[in-house]
Structure formats: C-alpha cells, structure tokens
C-alpha cells in the first residue's frame, strides 16, 4: 500500500534486549524525569492573592466616566444603545435643571442608565460609538450573581467615583486607560 | 526476669504503644498530605495550600469530611464482614509496629526503657504472619460489599499479595542466613558498627527484591490492580463509604509507613546514625538525647522510604495483570532462589575458610 503522507514510519518490533527486559534501566530513567520536574518553575498564579495582568485591549465591565470636575459625561444620546449589537444598554434621558450644574456637564443627562450584562456581549462597541467619551470598557470582569437581576447594571454600579470626593476609588476604576477630558 | 512483670514496665510499655500508634497514624495522615504534594510538584502544580499555612491543615480537613459523610450499608452485604473488613485492614495495619526498633533505649526515673513495644526474637517472622493477615480485610470486605468490582478487586489483592509474598520471603531467607537472627532488634544492633555493615551492602539483590515486593504488598502502583479505578470503578472499596472507606486508604498509609520502617530496620541500619560511632555520642550528650536523635534519624529514613513510595507512584503506570504475575512467579522468585542459594554457598564458603 502507498503511503498517503511521507510522515508513516515502521512500527520497530525486534525482540527487546536484556537490558530493555529488565525494565530497570527505563524505571531509573523516568524517575529522574520525575525528579527533574520537581526544579521546574511551576505556572500556577496563587490566584485570589496574585491575579494575571490584564491584556491592554482587554474589554471588561462598562463605567461611565466623569469629567476632572466630577461631572457626569453622559449626555444620554442614545448612540451606544443604537450601537450595541446585544442590546444591552437602555436608557432614560431627562433635563438638567438649574442647580445641577456640578452634576452634568451637559444641559441633557441620562436618568436611567442599565446594561445588561447577561446580554453584553463586551464587544466595545458603545464605547466607539459615544461621542462624549462617556462609557468605556474597564479592566474588571462581571462578578457571579445569585440572581438574573442582579446582572442588570444600574447608574450606581457604572458610574466611576468622584475624582475630588474619592481620589482613590476613582484612580482604581479608571484603571491605566480611560484617559479624562 | 521471665515472670518478673510488674506496674512500672505495664505502665512504660502502654505508653509506649500509645505513642507508637498516635505517631504512626499523625504520619500515616501527613503522608496523605505529603502524597498530593509530591504529585503535585511532580506534575509542575502547586498541590492543596489553602487549609492553614502551606495547606497543613488539609489532612485534618479531609478526615472530617470523611467522617462527616454519609455512612451506606449495602443492603445486601453481610453486614457484619463489611464492618469487620475495614476494621481488620485497620488492625492489622497498626499490628507491625510492635516489632521496630524505634530507637536503642531511653533512661527515665532510673530504669532503661526499651523504644521498641515488644522485642520478640521471632520478630521479622510476626511482621509477615501480620503482614499476610493484612490481606484478609480487604478479601473479607470485597465479599462482604456483594460487589462484582469490588470481588473482582479482593480477588486481585490476595493472589497478588499471595504471589508475592513468597518472593518477599524467599528475599529475606538470604538475608536471614547473613544476620543469622530473626530479632529485628538484633539486626539493627550489627548494622551499628560501620555505615559498611548496613545489609543494603550485603544484600543489594535482596533488598531490590523486598523493595519491588514491598510495593506489591502496600497495593502502590505500579501493583495497584486491586483498586485499579479504570477498570474496577474502587476496586474492593467501590461500595464504602465514610469512615469505613477512610480506614482502608489509611490502612494502606499506615501499611506504606510501617513497610518502609522494616525495610530501614532490615537493609539500612535501623536507627544507625551513619558516620558516627553511637557509644561515643551516648557518653557526651547522654541517653536520652541520643535515643531522640535514633528516633529521628529513623524516622527521617522511613520518610525518604515514604517519599520513592509517592515518587515512583507518580512515574510509573499500572501493570497489566498477567504481567504483574509474570513478574512475580518468573522473574521475582527465580531470582530470590538465585540470591538465597548464591549467598549460602558464600556462607558455607566463608565458614570452609574458602575451600571447596
């Protein structure tokens, strides 16, 4: 028969010699391979306390960002719900009245704002298609849930924490890339 | 001397079995631990480490989860074998410990106290006789369960402990001609000399025979056919559950431990502290402290036993059954026959001052 790749070799089938019979010799051998991997670097990340460095291009849980003032940047256009291929995202727009200007940059400002991340699909793109760089995608993963309501995220869970109120918190949600304007 | 029993030596040798029983089952619980450590960092994991600091905590978690699950009596098992079988495992396990000379002696409230619970001058003989008895707790408690697997498991266990229990023999009859003593104590007691008189020197065909029966008798791979889980699910264990199932891997903890404590007392001078002349050491640190570096340096033997028991366990594959028996009955006798008759011709040699 014609071999189909040039891959195929000959199975060998000689009679094992004494040393082979003795099976030592191989048992010796691969006890030292045994042996050898216990020196080995070992992969494993002790996980809760040491996590893996996220990928640059890594597309984790929605917030909505904020001005240096503390102002909320959303102006509840509707273009990342238009966008999202999941729908995901809805919204309620309402007016900004006088008083709040510390509050919303822009004289419109989203009321009501869930995605829901059951539905996400963490493509991004909301995040391309938001005009007043309101959303992006951070470098956290949605945590378990016990309840499908709980995967709805409301304002209180996107919104990024005050930049003046909450130094900290803001710095660790905005994380190494969402770059404020 | 013969009858001279009195409340001081009960006392000495109850406390005595107490601690030999306490530490061999600590050991036989860490070296559960120790065993999924080893395969751990042999497999490049990093093994259990989330029970107290490095996962020590693990052994005692996993013994209350045993006995905190749910106990299952077949319903048509012979109720009282299936009770008896893990039991007896248990027992017979814990039994050879009587004979191992832990260390020389310790000197408290002016009496010299023997480590070892009982110095019978057929010592090596006892630890077979218990040895072999071993054997019957898992038959009894495969036939008991009312199990094909677990019979067909009982079944594997005692033709193969049955096999090679004769090769281990056979093995021990050479070394037996060289000591000329059955006493464990007595064997040690020559091998204390020189690291040179250890019997690994005079017997290394011996001991690589008794080594290779050792495994086969503490059911370890690559001789685990009796629980064999691809093929017989447990193996004599399918059907036990809770406590009863913990008893019979411990049995085979405590089995692994004691067998590797037997071949030190045997082949690697027991309690010897090589390069160092004892006598000596006993005259500038006293006794006792002497006694508690024997034990140490014994028991630090037997863990390096325990750790070639996991090493080779977590390298070499299983063996099929008709090879296991080929090994045993062509391979393993002829060549225990071979060493017996090589070493008392060199016996009736040396006494015949080298003539024929």
């Given amino acids: 028969m014609q071999a189909l790749t040039n891959r195929a070799q000959q199975v060998e089938r000689k009679p094992m010699s004494l040393l082979e019979r003795a099976y030592l010799p191989a048992i010796f051998r691969g006890m030292a391979i045994t042996f050898g991997h216990m020196f080995k670097k070992r992969p494993?990340?002790?996980?809760?306390?040491?996590?893996?460095?996220?990928?640059?291009?890594?597309?984790?849980?929605?917030?909505?960002?904020?001005?240096?003032?503390?102002?909320?940047?959303?102006?509840?256009?509707?273009?990342?719900?238009?966008?999202c291929p999941?729908?995901?995202?809805?919204?309620?727009?309402?007016?900004?009245?006088?008083?709040?200007?510390?509050?919303?940059?822009?004289?419109?400002?989203?009321?009501?704002?869930?995605?829901?991340?059951?539905?996400?699909?963490?493509?991004?793109?909301?995040?391309?298609?938001?005009?007043?760089?309101?959303?992006?995608?951070?470098?956290?993963?949605?945590?378990?849930?016990?309840?499908?309501?709980?995967?709805?995220?409301?304002?209180?869970?996107?919104?990024?924490?005050?930049?003046?109120?909450?130094?900290?918190?803001?710095?660790?949600?905005?994380?190494?890339?969402?770059?404020?304007? | 001397m013969l009858l001279s029993i009195g409340l001081p030596l009960i006392i000495e040798k109850l406390v005595l079995i107490v601690v030999v029983v306490m530490s061999s089952l600590v050991i036989a619980m860490y070296a559960t631990f120790a065993e999924r450590k080893v395969a751990a960092i042999m497999q490049d994991r990093r093994g259990p480490n989330r029970a107290g600091p490095f996962g020590l905590l693990q052994p005692l978690a996993d013994g209350l989860k045993l006995f905190f699950k749910e106990e299952i009596i077949p319903n048509l098992s012979s109720k009282f074998l299936f009770i008896l079988g893990p039991c007896l495992a248990m027992l017979t396990a814990m039994m050879t410990?009587?004979?191992?000379?832990?260390?020389?002696?310790?000197?408290?409230?002016?009496?010299?106290?023997?480590?070892?619970?009982?110095?019978?001058?057929?010592?090596?003989?006892?630890?077979?006789?218990?040895?072999?008895?071993?054997?019957?707790?898992?038959?009894?408690?495969?036939?008991?369960?009312?199990?094909?697997?677990?019979?067909?498991?009982?079944?594997?266990?005692?033709?193969?402990?049955?096999?090679?229990?004769?090769?281990?023999?056979?093995?021990?009859?050479?070394?037996l001609m060289t000591t000329g003593t059955l006493s464990l104590k007595e064997i040690v007691q020559q091998q204390q000399e020189h690291w040179y008189s250890w019997n690994i020197i005079k017997q290394p065909l011996g001991f690589l025979i008794f080594l290779i029966c050792a495994f086969a008798e503490c059911n370890r791979t690559p001789f685990d056919l009796p629980e064999a889980e691809?093929?017989?699910?447990?193996?004599?264990?399918?059907?036990?559950?809770?406590?009863?199932?913990?008893?019979?891997?411990?049995?085979?903890?405590?089995?692994?431990?004691?067998?590797?404590s037997v071949m030190v007392s045997l082949f690697f001078g027991g309690y010897d502290i090589p390069f160092v002349n004892d006598a000596s050491l006993a005259e500038s640190i006293g006794t006792n402290w002497v006694a508690l570096i024997h034990a140490g340096v014994f028991l630090f033997k037997a863990a390096c036993f325990l750790f070639l028991f996991m090493w080779v366990r977590w390298t070499i594959p299983r063996f099929r059954y008709d090879q296991l028996m080929n090994l045993g009955w062509k391979i393993l006798i002829p060549l225990a026959l071979i060493n017996m008759l090589a070493t008392g011709a060199f016996i009736l040699l040396q006494q015949n001052n080298w003539h024929f």
């Fill in chain 1, 44 to 83: 494993t990340i002790n996980y809760p306390e040491v996590t893996r460095p996220f990928s640059p291009v890594f597309r984790g849980l929605h917030i909505l960002n904020r001005d240096e003032e503390g102002r909320e940047n959303c102006t509840a256009c509707g273009l990342c719900a238009v966008a």
């Fill in chain 1, 86 to 181: 999941a729908e995901a995202i809805t919204m309620e727009a309402a007016e900004r009245s006088a008083g709040e200007e510390k509050l919303y940059r822009e004289e419109k400002y989203a009321a009501k704002y869930e995605i829901n991340m059951l539905r996400c699909i963490f493509c991004g793109l909301c995040e391309e298609a938001c005009p007043k760089d309101a959303i992006y995608l951070s470098e956290t993963f949605a945590p378990a849930n016990f309840q499908r309501k709980g995967f709805i995220y409301g304002k209180d869970d996107l919104l990024i924490p005050h930049p003046i109120t909450e130094p900290e918190a803001h710095a660790k949600a905005k994380g190494g890339r969402v770059s404020l304007k």
């Fill in chain 2, 97 to 175: 410990g009587a004979v191992i000379p832990w260390g020389d002696k310790v000197h408290f409230f002016g009496r010299d106290i023997s480590l070892q619970i009982a110095d019978v001058n057929i010592g090596i003989l006892y630890v077979f006789g218990v040895v072999s008895m071993g054997v019957y707790g898992i038959m009894i408690g495969s036939w008991a369960s009312n199990n094909k697997f677990s019979l067909m498991g009982g079944l594997r266990a005692a033709s193969q402990i049955i096999s090679y229990e004769l090769a281990m023999g056979i093995a021990l009859i050479a070394l």
């Fill in chain 2, 230 to 260: 691809n093929e017989l699910i447990g193996g004599y264990h399918t059907e036990y559950s809770s406590m009863k199932l913990g008893f019979f891997l411990f049995a085979e903890y405590i089995n692994m431990f004691l067998s590797s």
